[in-house]
C-alpha cells in the first residue's frame, strides 16, 4: 500500500504563474488535508477535503489559492500568480474513511518563487 | 483558540544523554496527540500518536506522555544517538467538527558524538 503521494517535489515558478501540487491520498482514504510550512515558520493548517467536498478552508489565504479533491484523481492545490511569499513547503496528509484522527503525510512539495 | 508550544526551541546534548522534550496546549479537548520527526528539506515522519483517552505511548527509545488536563505532553528520548539529530514537531488535532492540526513550532535536536 503506498504512502501518500504528492508532486512534484519541487517546483520553480516566476512571479505571476501558476503552481499547481498533487496529492494521491492512500488507498482507502477519503480524507486530505493540506498544511504549509513557510521558512523559518511552523506547519499551518490550510484546508481539509473529502471526496468532491470542500469541508474546511479557513486557513486558505482568501485570494489567489483554491483547492479540490474530485471523484476522481488526485487532490490539486492551486496557486494562481504567485508571488514570492508563496515559497514555502507544502505538505498533504491523507485519513481513512473511518476517521481514526490519525494523518499519514506525504513527502511535501517545495515550492520556489523567482 | 488552540495554541501548541513547544519548549525549548533547541536542543545541544552529548550523544548517550536521556532527553525529554516538552509540548503545552491551551485547550484540551482534543481528539489526540502526535509527535512527528522532520529532517532538514524533508516531510514528516510521525512517532508516536496517543489518543485523548490514553496517558503515554512507546516505540523503541521514545516514550511520550500526555495529560490532558494540564495540557501537556512530554516526548522522552532514551540514549539519544547522532542519527536523532532533528526537530521535533509535537501537533494536537482538535476535536469536535474543528478538525485539523494544530502544530508546535518545533524543537531543534542536535545530538553530538
Known amino acids: 500500500n503506498a504512502g501518500v503521494m504528492q508532486n512534484p517535489r519541487h517546483l520553480v515558478r516566476r512571479r505571476g504563474q501558476e503552481a499547481r501540487l498533487r496529492c494521491s491520498p492512500m488507498?482507502?482514504?477519503?480524507?486530505v488535508y493540506w498544511y504549509r510550512q513557510l521558512p523559518e515558520e511552523g506547519l499551518k493548517f490550510m484546508v481539509y477535503?473529502?471526496?468532491?467536498?470542500?469541508?474546511?478552508e479557513s486557513g486558505m489565504p482568501k485570494e489567489r489559492f483554491s483547492a479540490e479533491f474530485p471523484k476522481e484523481g488526485p487532490s490539486i492545490l492551486r496557486i494562481q500568480q504567485v508571488v514570492r511569499g508563496d515559497s514555502a513547503a507544502y505538505f498533504c496528509?491523507?485519513?481513512?474513511?473511518?476517521?481514526?484522527?490519525?494523518?499519514?503525510f506525504g513527502e511535501g512539495s517545495r515550492l520556489t518563487v523567482l | 483558540k488552540q495554541e501548541v508550544t513547544q519548549i525549548p526551541a533547541a536542543l545541544s546534548v552529548p550523544e548517550g544523554e536521556n532527553l525529554v522534550l516538552n509540548c503545552s496546549f491551551t485547550?484540551?479537548?482534543?481528539?489526540?496527540l502526535q509527535w512527528f520527526r522532520q529532517d532538514p528539506g524533508k516531510g514528516l515522519t510521525s512517532l508516536l500518536l496517543?489518543?485523548?483517552s490514553q496517558r503515554e505511548q512507546t516505540s523503541g527509545r521514545l516514550n511520550a506522555s500526555l495529560d490532558k488536563s494540564s495540557g501537556r505532553s512530554t516526548l522522552y528520548i532514551a540514549a539519544s544517538q547522532p542519527g536523532d539529530s532533528a526537530t521535533y514537531l509535537c501537533?494536537?488535532?482538535?476535536?469536535?467538527?474543528?478538525?485539523?492540526?494544530?502544530w508546535g513550532l518545533g524543537t531543534s535536536l542536535a545530538v553530538n558524538p
Open positions: 485547550d484540551s479537548a482534543i481528539y489526540n
Open positions: 488507498k482507502g482514504h477519503s480524507h
Open positions: 477535503l473529502q471526496k468532491e467536498n470542500i469541508i474546511d
Open positions: 496517543i489518543q485523548s
Open positions: 496528509a491523507s485519513s481513512p474513511q473511518v476517521d481514526t484522527g490519525e494523518l499519514f
Open positions: 501537533a494536537v488535532f482538535n476535536a469536535g467538527n474543528n478538525r485539523k492540526l494544530i
